[in-house]
């Protein structure tokens, strides 16, 4: 083997022949070569497809993730809105309706509610349209009352709500990655509690809470 290598180093040949000793009789060496090769070369082209693939689908796995937590934030922030406008019309008919010595202070506190809640919903609608979806014009049913007394539980009962769904759509918030609804909500439950707050003390000067 040894003089055939020495014997195709001296020769002289086109550059379009093939050495001798990858001519006839040798040309095993040369398809093994080849062949080792080409292997090599399959098995690199499937590890990047397979790299490629794995890369592809956490994409479209996070991009899944992403839309559940879109959806469902769009949904609860819908609710919430359903929520504003049932407090808008609720501090809107029981201002109208109320009767008695205390119809004057309640009467304006109702009203100074209603600017609240009115807030709280351009801010709910704007958010959901942004974030490309349709706000409801639907209202949670409001509760029917007579008595002032009723209708400061009505309105206690409809805040400790608010309060509750604001810290659902807090957390949903924060899973979605919007940092600026999250402070928003936060801002949003502040003032429902202070509105809580102040129903439970007029309702306990009344001998209940």
Not at 116 to 142: C, M, N, S, W, Y
Not at 165 to 185: F, T, W
């Amino acid at each position: 083997m040894r003089d055939t290598i020495d014997e195709a180093s001296e020769e002289s040949f086109p550059a379009s022949d093939a050495p001798a000793w990858i001519r006839p009789g040798n040309r095993e060496l040369a398809l093994s070569l080849s062949t080792f090769h080409e292997k090599e070369n399959d098995t690199v082209s499937v590890q990047t497809q397979q790299a490629t693939s794995h890369r592809s689908e956490a994409r479209h796995g996070d991009h899944d993730i992403q839309t559940v937590a879109r959806d469902a934030l769009v949904a609860g922030l819908n609710q919430d809105l359903a929520g504003e406008y049932q407090a808008i019309l609720m501090y809107s008919h029981y201002a109208a309706k109320l009767t008695g010595p205390c119809r004057g202070e309640l009467r304006s506190l109702f009203q100074a509610e209603i600017t609240d809640e009115l807030g709280h919903a351009q801010f709910l609608a704007d958010k959901i349209a942004a974030l490309g979806e349709e706000p409801t014009t639907q209202a949670r049913r409001v509760e029917p009352a007579d008595h002032p007394r009723e209708m400061l539980q009505n309105a206690l009962a409809a805040e400790k709500q608010a309060i509750a769904d604001y810290g659902e759509r807090l957390r949903q918030a924060e899973d979605y990655g919007d940092i600026g609804l999250k402070v928003a909500l936060e801002n949003q439950i502040a003032d429902e509690t202070r509105h809580k707050e102040e129903l439970e003390r007029i309702l306990t000067g009344w001998g209940m809470n």
